[in-house]
Nanobody, 124 residues
Framework: QVQLVESGGGLVQPGESLRLSCVVS????????VAWYRQVLGRQRELIAE?????????ADPGNGRWTITRDDARNRVTVALNRDKMEPEDTANYFC????????????????WGQGTQVTVST
């Protein structure tokens, strides 16, 4: 009924840019906050950025300035992109998308959906 799919991972050369995409599609009442996280093996998942329905972004590390999150809302489809320039080997991680979605019988009950993750490896 509602799907969340991430894409854009893979092998990235150090210094190159990265663009990840998270698509929420299906029959839903609304998609509230959508966020990107990353997780390094053996460590906790950490928030990178989040964006609300008004397209207001919030960054876990505002001083970093190298992540950009954007959102496009269309009928039955919400796309949230995460961009980063100058990737570094330390950015190697599994990147996850999370969305809070209201669907089904209740238009006010939000359900948190997680993607399967997309692996990003920064290496020569």
């Amino acid at each position: 009924q509602v799907q969340l799919v991430e894409s854009g991972g893979g092998l990235v050369q150090p210094g190159e840019s990265l663009r990840l995409s998270c698509v929420v599609s299906g029959i839903f009442h609304k998609v509230n906050s959508v966020a990107w996280y990353r997780q390094v093996l053996g460590r906790q998942r950490e928030l990178i950025a989040e964006i609300d329905r008004d397209r207001k972004p919030t960054y876990a590390d505002p001083g970093n300035g190298r992540w950009t999150i954007t959102r496009d809302d269309a009928r039955n489809r919400v796309t949230v992109a995460l961009n980063r320039d100058k990737m570094e080997p330390e950015d190697t991680a599994n990147y996850f998308c999370r969305a809070d979605v209201a669907y089904g019988l209740s238009s006010n009950t939000l359900v948190t959906l997680w993607g399967q993750g997309t692996q990003v490896t920064v290496s020569t």
